[in-house]
Each structure stands twice: as structure tokens, then as C-alpha cells.
T-cell receptor, first 114, second 114 residues
Framework: QQQVKQSPQSLIVQKGGISIINCAYENTAFDYFPWYQQFPGKGPALLIAIRPDVSEKKEGRFTISFNKSAKQFSLHIMDSQPGDSATYFC?????????????FGTGTLLAVQP | KAGVTQTPRYLIKTRGQQVTLSCSPI?????VSWYQQTPGQGLQFLFEYFSETQRNKGNFPGRFSGRQFSNSRSEMNVSTLELGDSALYLC?????????????FGEGSRLTVL
């Protein structure tokens, strides 16, 4: 129940295309859903985040779609660029207290071809 | 503003030894979390400290321990190292007191156990 399932494991997209990464969870107590981007040799960095009372959040070319009833959320990268090539992790915060603990998905390696 | 600093960046140990990793959070951040990143298991939560108190702990054996000092700097220790402890150990700091704040990750300490 404390898992976050992420797919696909890897993704190849042409420049200008849309990249879509999906995540699913079981624990309805999760109360915060961030996406992190990680480049080789670097630590993950927050990309965008959403709370379960919102169905969509957009920041520039990045959009999170959240389906509370299906317990799924996804990251859409519009107009994908070679500079977006990185590993993307979805995550969820277990609710019920003051904590920054996050449960991470297994990651998606995105390659954007020029 | 300086980011999260982790030392050492790379280290090699042999089985049975112990290791101490250090993390200096962003100035003003009182929450420090530690994560283990491996290709097989992804990012797994180790523990979280806030104002020198352990606020949360992941499912790791007692060989893994940590502490936080009054200046918010944190250390984690792994005793009796095993081959499976080879991983990238990431430290993250946050300014949020109640949780669900942005985590700022360091570049990690890469531990190799021979």
C-alpha cells in the first residue's frame, strides 16, 4: 500500500513531441504528489507538484493530471526538447503527520531525440 | 544561496567497515532527509530529522543510523557494511515545518562496498 507504481521504465520521444509518464498508487492517505527530474551525476530536483484536491496543474511545458478516483496521476511534457532528457520520478507523501518523507516511483528514463 | 552539500562525494569501503556521510543543508532549513538510491530499488527513504529529532524512519536495518546537530547539519552512519549497501546516498533539506514542502537534494555520496 505504500508503493507508487511508475511506467514506462523508459521512453523515447522526438523533439517537439509529447512525453507522458504515468503513476498509480493505492494508499488514499497520500496527500502530496511531486515530480522530480534527475540528470546524471546530480540529485533530483522538484519539477512540479500537485495536491489531491486539484485535477490538473500546469507550469510552462509541464502538466500534472490527477485522477483521484482512479488513484492515478501523470506528467505531460509538451514540446519535448533534448534538454528534457533525464530520469523522472513521481512521488507521494504519506499523510497523517508532519513529515517530508516521500515514496518514490521507480523512475522513467526519458530520451528526446533531436 | 548555497545548495545542499554532501561529503564525501565518492568513497570505497570493504565489507565489515563502517562509514559516516555528512550533509550540510541550505541555510535556514531545519529538516534533513536521507535517501538511498540504487538501480534496482530506486529512491528509498532512510530517515528524516527536524530540529535534532528523528521525525520519521524508513525500513532499513539498525546498521543505518543518523543524527542532526544544532546547526541543522546531519550525518548518517552505516556500520558493518555489506555489499548491498553500495548505493548513492542522497541528502535533502526542506524549510517546511509541517511537511509537503519542496525537497532540495544534494548531489549525493556514492558508496562502493568491496
Amino acid at each position: 500500500q505504500q508503493q507508487v507504481k511508475q511506467s514506462p521504465q523508459s521512453l523515447i520521444v522526438q523533439k517537439g513531441g509529447i512525453s507522458i509518464i504515468n503513476c498509480a498508487y493505492e494508499n488514499t492517505a497520500f496527500d502530496y504528489f511531486p515530480w522530480y527530474q534527475q540528470f546524471p551525476g546530480k540529485g533530483p530536483a522538484l519539477l512540479i507538484a500537485i495536491r489531491p484536491d486539484v485535477s490538473e496543474k500546469k507550469e510552462g511545458r509541464f502538466t500534472i493530471s490527477f485522477n483521484k478516483s482512479a488513484k492515478q496521476f501523470s506528467l505531460h511534457i509538451m514540446d519535448s526538447q533534448p534538454g528534457d532528457s533525464a530520469t523522472y520520478f513521481c512521488a507521494a507523501r504519506p499523510g497523517g503527520g508532519a513529515t517530508n518523507k516521500l515514496i518514490f516511483g521507480t523512475g522513467t528514463l526519458l530520451a528526446v531525440q533531436p | 544561496k548555497a545548495g545542499v552539500t554532501q561529503t564525501p562525494r565518492y568513497l570505497i569501503k570493504t565489507r565489515g567497515q563502517q562509514v559516516t556521510l555528512s550533509c550540510s543543508p541550505i541555510s535556514g532549513h531545519r529538516s534533513v532527509s536521507w535517501y538511498q538510491q540504487t538501480p534496482g530499488q530506486g529512491l528509498q527513504f532512510l530517515f528524516e530529522y527536524f530540529s535534532e529529532t528523528q521525525r520519521n524512519k524508513g525500513n532499513f536495518p539498525g546498521r543505518f543510523s543518523g543524527r542532526q546537530f544544532s546547526n541543522s547539519r546531519s550525518e548518517m552512519n552505516v556500520s558493518t557494511l555489506e555489499l548491498g549497501d553500495s548505493a548513492l546516498y542522497l541528502c535533502a533539506s526542506s524549510s517546511g515545518t509541517s511537511g509537503a514542502g519542496e525537497l532540495f537534494f544534494g548531489e549525493g555520496s556514492r558508496l562502493t562496498v568491496l
